[in-house]
């Protein structure tokens, strides 16, 4: 079925103006308003005269579609990476206690060590070489010498 | 920072305070070690520093008479000594703020066998009991 004749846009203005608007809008002189009216007729029309302003109507509406998914989609990856950020800043004084808990640090002649694990074996042989035995036997000497 | 006693802040200072305050820790003839947390070797020791020292005679008497300066202001202690020198000492010094602290010292020069030019300070801090202390150094291998 034909359009356009007896659409509110057609008896609004007449071609002359259309046709002139049209121009504007590739001069990149339409207002937004302007636009908006001319975006109305040409959806109306099937005028052969606005075939090439159909076509740019319709590949920029859908960019405008586009963009707008990809500004909503930007949007979303904002938020997830703002709550990404947060979720770590707020993890960090947990993470960081986790690993302050234990510290280690040691000298051996001069050369530094910084690997918890291993300056706690080094503690714990150290430690292992604290023996008693010598002690004891020390003790023991010491209570026959009295008794000699 | 890790070379700090903490408790010399507290105003409860050890003669030891003055070997493991890192003077000795970047020297050839030793081994400086600090191990600190919430629950170390198993029991609940927050803070160890021991320091070694070997074939250094004047680093060795600074050790020794540091350790023989405290012995006389320990709570609790169990000395052996050949002369009048330390060969081996287990001191429990007065507590603070509820945290047990304790020296444990050997100096190899006085084994009865086995000698060496070698003395061990060890340093902890906890809220642990003597007995677990003395039993972590018996069965420790």
Same mark, same amino acid.
């Given at each position: 079925?034909?359009?356009?004749?007896?659409?509110?846009?057609?008896?609004?203005?007449?071609?002359?103006?259309?046709?002139?608007?049209?121009?504007? !809008?590739?001069?990149?002189?339409?207002?937004? @308003?302007?636009?908006?009216?001319?975006?109305?007729?040409?959806?109306?029309?099937?005028?052969?005269?606005?075939?090439?302003?159909?076509?740019?109507?319709? !590949?920029?509406?859908?960019?405008?579609?586009?963009?707008?998914?990809?500004?909503?989609?930007?949007?979303?990856?904002?938020?997830?990476?703002?709550?990404?950020?947060? +979720?770590?800043?707020?993890?960090?004084?947990?993470?960081?206690?986790?690993?302050?808990?234990?510290?280690?640090?040691?000298?051996?002649?001069?050369?530094?060590?910084?690997?918890?694990?291993?300056?706690? %074996?080094?503690?714990?042989?150290?430690?292992?070489?604290?023996?008693?035995?010598?002690?004891? @036997?020390?003790? +023991?000497?010491?209570?026959?010498?009295?008794?000699? | 920072?890790?070379?700090?006693?903490?408790?010399?802040?507290?105003?409860?200072?050890?003669?030891?305070?003055?070997?493991?305050?890192?003077?000795?820790?970047?020297?050839?003839?030793?081994?400086?070690?600090?191990?600190?947390?919430?629950?170390?070797?198993?029991?609940?020791?927050? !803070?160890?520093?021991?320091?070694?020292?070997?074939?250094?005679?004047?680093?060795?008497?600074?050790?020794?008479?540091?350790?023989?300066?405290?012995?006389?202001?320990?709570?609790?202690?169990?000395?052996? %000594?050949?002369?009048?020198?330390?060969?081996?000492?287990?001191?429990?010094?007065?507590?603070?703020?509820?945290?047990?602290?304790?020296?444990?010292?050997?100096?190899?020069?006085?084994?009865?066998?086995?000698?060496?030019?070698?003395?061990? +300070?060890? !340093?902890?801090?906890?809220?642990?009991?003597?007995?677990?202390?003395?039993?972590?150094?018996?069965?420790?291998?």
């Amino acid at each position: 079925m034909k359009k356009t004749d007896f659409t509110p846009y057609a008896i609004k203005h007449d071609k002359a103006f259309w046709l002139r608007l049209q121009e504007r !809008y590739f001069e990149a002189a339409t207002t937004e @308003e302007e636009e908006r009216e001319l975006r109305g007729f040409v959806a109306a029309t099937d005028d052969a005269d606005f075939r090439e302003l159909q076509a740019v109507m319709g !590949y920029v509406g859908a960019m405008r579609r586009r963009t707008s998914v990809r500004r909503a989609r930007r949007m979303r990856v904002r938020a997830c990476v703002a709550a990404a950020i947060l +979720l770590a800043v707020l993890a960090l004084p947990f993470a960081f206690r986790q690993s302050s808990q234990v510290y280690g640090e040691a000298y051996v002649r001069g050369e530094r060590v910084t690997d918890a694990r291993h300056v706690e %074996r080094m503690a714990r042989h150290t430690i292992s070489d604290m023996s008693m035995d010598d002690v004891a @036997e020390t003790q +023991l000497l010491q209570i026959f010498e009295g008794i000699e | 920072m890790a070379f700090c006693m903490p408790f010399a802040l507290s105003g409860q200072k050890l003669h030891v305070d003055k070997v493991l305050d890192g003077r000795y820790r970047k020297h050839p003839q030793t081994t400086d070690v600090v191990y600190s947390g919430i629950h170390l070797f198993d029991l609940p020791i927050a !803070y160890y520093h021991s320091l070694t020292v070997f074939d250094d005679a004047q680093m060795m008497d600074a050790v020794a008479d540091a350790v023989a300066s405290d012995e006389p202001q320990a709570a609790e202690k169990e000395v052996t %000594r050949v002369g009048k020198h330390i060969f081996f000492c287990f001191l429990r010094m007065k507590p603070v703020d509820d945290e047990s602290r304790f020296i444990i010292f050997k100096d190899m020069r006085y084994a009865p066998s086995g000698k060496k030019r070698q003395v061990t +300070l060890i !340093y902890m801090e906890g809220e642990c009991s003597s007995a677990q202390i003395r039993k972590m150094f018996r069965t420790s291998k």
